[in-house]
């Protein structure tokens, strides 16, 4: 496993993190104490999770998965933004968004659902148009003077939100946000433009979510949607469906023959080719069976040459 810094900061990331969306809360702890060990034992030391997930549970089961470990050789973070109560008393009021009180009640909750004293990376797990931004900025810097959490970052963020941010902070002397959460994978590369070099402008790392689109650039679905697939699910394959598109599988057999004649699983490749760009820290990768962590992992030591690049860049449309 290789390791970056975070931008410009002084944490170093594994190149492939583990992460928790739309895979550990089906599982029970026995299933997600195994893969966290698995992960940790092939070099990954970045796990990343988020209040919503399982609305709390999913943040119990990393907890308790991450409990056999020394906690300063791991790197845990977490993420703030989404309404989270089933059965809120007051809608609309204080249960969703970056506000203040939003921001440190559920800092607090997290801490107590992962069994922790801190979070290394607590994200805005969105931007939050409602509330004002310095109000957030100054959130974050407090919880960080506290000792609650130790950096923030955040997700899906525009250039300009990300700029804004980084703007105020200095001007307050505040700590700043070190690092951004996108979607990004070789069908969805929609942030290159301007997200990519403005996190590499101001010193951000980025850690790239979905790298292989949910499977889709394993190759699974090439040839249709397998039965018993995270894609049959009605609700689980709700986001894996609209990328099966008649171009996206004409690209997947290309890539998946090209990755054949490397000798290497086309997952690898589509995680390596991420970590082409130096703006990315980490790939966050899920899994629900240890194989795949085993596999994934490789694609830290997956160096793709130009020649290969460029015949992925004619795949993919460039």
């Known amino acids: 496993m290789n390791y970056r810094r975070l931008g410009m900061w002084g944490l170093k990331l594994s190149e492939i993190g583990f992460g928790s969306w739309l ?40 907890g308790k998965a991450l409990s056999p470990f020394r906690r300063d050789t791991y790197i845990l973070a977490t993420k703030v933004y989404w309404p989270f109560e089933k059965d809120w008393p007051f809608p609309e009021a204080n249960d969703r968004g970056l506000g203040r009180k939003h921001v440190f009640c559920q800092c607090h909750a997290s ?17 939050d148009e409602k509330t004002p931004l310095p109000e957030t900025c100054r959130a974050m810097n407090d919880l960080i003077s506290q000792g609650k959490i130790l950096y923030w ?46 996190c590499a402008r101001l010193g951000l790392g980025v850690v790239n979510f979905s790298p292989l689109a949910e499977g889709v650039l394993t190759g699974k679905y090439i040839d249709g949607i397998p039965p018993g697939s995270r894609a049959a699910d009605k609700q689980a394959g709700e986001f894996i469906r609209p990328r099966l598109t008649d171009d996206n599988r004409a690209r997947l057999a290309k890539l998946a023959d090209l990755a054949a004649g490397l000798g290497t699983p086309m997952s690898n490749l589509a995680i390596a080719w991420c970590l082409r760009r130096p703006e990315i820290t980490s790939c966050i990768i899920g899994a629900t069976r240890h194989e795949q962590v085993v596999e994934n992992v490789k694609a830290s030591d997956l160096e793709l040459d130009d020649h290969v690049l460029d015949r992925i860049s004619a795949i993919l449309g460039g």
């Open 23 to 62: 895979t550990l809360n089906r599982q029970d702890q026995d299933v997600a104490t195994a893969l966290h060990r698995v992960a940790y034992e092939h070099g990954i030391n970045f796990f990343d999770t988020a209040n919503v997930y399982g609305r709390g549970r999913t943040e119990v089961l990393v």
């Open 111 to 127: 801490l107590h659902r992962l069994a922790t004293d801190y979070i290394d990376l607590y994200q805005c797990h969105r931007y």
């Open 153 to 198: 970052g955040v997700s899906e963020w525009t250039a300009q939100q990300i700029g804004e941010a980084v703007g105020i902070c200095e001007d307050h002397g505040w700590y700043q946000p070190v690092s951004n959460q996108p979607l990004y994978n070789m069908l969805e590369r929609h942030w290159e433009a301007e997200v990519l070099p403005t």
